[in-house]
């Protein structure tokens, strides 16, 4: 998208894309895609304002999926002529300022790139963060960082693959549970004590059959939720200084974390119980703030 802006304000310019992976998409990427891999997002509510997604896919929930999120870029790329400016497969390992701007390395290239301006897109899931004592070089079992999930899917699936250990309890864990879940394998799930806890998990639908992400992504919510972007104006007042709208802002996201627990069934079992965050009361505030 920050290429496309760029070349319509100035079409003339030499322009340079440069991607470590070998297709478009980063986290949406060919490589990355695995069956169930689902985003939390409605159609309509992840795609650019000047071109709809295809509604081709979706789930019975209206949710876009890994693979239609995958398709919608490779196309809005090749219909904005994309591709022709992207060097895939390349890493950039070291940028560095110079007399006309930027110096770039490539990993495993004796090309030296140079340019006047320099855009970083580089996301915050490209490199994986493995725990510090996993040796996966050394390891007797295969060890996979959810990054690769895509890549190991064939693997995985295997036969003779009965039981995975999965480690952690972020959205990447939930998403590696309940895909390995439906592939008929064992799961056992190491969550360390210390820590933030398991990621709180909100219902699809809410208050009725709003989708929860398309409620988020209203302007009152930003009233609701604590944002020192909004800090003026008669709602923010009404809802975040006076005690009549921080009782009502209170009992917003008490309903709501009632109905994501009721969701969640964490009262079904201990096997479910021991998924509940730490942080309980109101504690969604923190999860759609962070979104
Ligand atoms: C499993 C998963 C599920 C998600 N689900 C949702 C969701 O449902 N809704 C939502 O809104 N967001 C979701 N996200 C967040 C997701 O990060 C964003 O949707 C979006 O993809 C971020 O886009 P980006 O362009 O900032 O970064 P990315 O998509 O990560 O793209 C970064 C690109 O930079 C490249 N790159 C990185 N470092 C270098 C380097 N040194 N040299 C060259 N290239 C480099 C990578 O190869 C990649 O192509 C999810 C993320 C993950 C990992």
């Given at each position: 998208m920050a290429a496309r802006t760029y070349l319509r304000l100035r079409p003339e310019a030499n322009l340079l894309i440069i991607d470590?992976?070998?297709?478009?998409?980063?986290?949406?990427s060919k490589d990355r895609?695995?069956?169930?891999?689902?985003?939390q997002v409605k159609l309509g509510l992840f795609n650019y304002t000047d071109t709809p997604m295809s509604?081709?896919?979706?789930?019975?929930?209206d949710l876009v999926t890994g693979n239609m999120i995958h398709q919608y870029m490779a196309k809005y790329a090749d219909d904005h002529g994309l591709f022709r400016y992207i060097r895939f497969n390349s890493f950039v390992e070291r940028a560095e300022r110079c007399q006309r701007g930027w110096r770039l390395q490539i990993k495993g290239s004796a090309d030296i790139i140079e340019t006047e301006k320099l855009l970083v897109a580089t996301g915050v899931t490209s490199i994986p963060n493995m725990p510090?004592?996993?040796d996966t070089a050394r390891a007797s079992l295969p060890i996979i960082h959810s990054k690769d999930l895509g890549i190991s899917f064939q693997a995985i699936q295997a036969p003779h693959v009965h039981t995975v250990v999965v480690v952690g309890a972020a959205k990447s864990a939930y998403d590696a549970v309940y895909l390995l879940l439906s592939m008929g394998k064992k799961v056992k799930w190491i969550i360390r004590p210390d820590g933030a806890g398991p990621l709180a998990i909100l219902p699809t639908?809410?208050?009725?059959?709003?989708n929860s992400i398309a409620v988020a992504s209203t302007r009152l919510m930003t009233y609701l939720s604590p944002s020192i972007l909004n800090t003026e104006g008669t709602l923010y007042f009404f809802f975040q200084k006076s005690s009549i709208g921080q009782w009502c802002t209170a009992k917003f996201w008490d309903t709501v974390t009632y109905l994501s627990n009721r969701h969640a069934g964490y009262s079904k079992g201990d096997h479910v119980a021991g998924?509940?965050?730490?942080?309980?009361?109101?504690?969604l505030v923190y999860l759609l703030a962070r979104e």
């Open positions: 470590a992976d070998s297709t478009v998409g980063g986290v949406w895609l695995y069956p169930n891999l689902v985003a509604p081709q896919g979706k789930t019975k929930t510090e004592h996993f639908k809410l208050l009725g059959g709003f998924l509940k965050p730490e942080v309980d009361a109101k504690r």
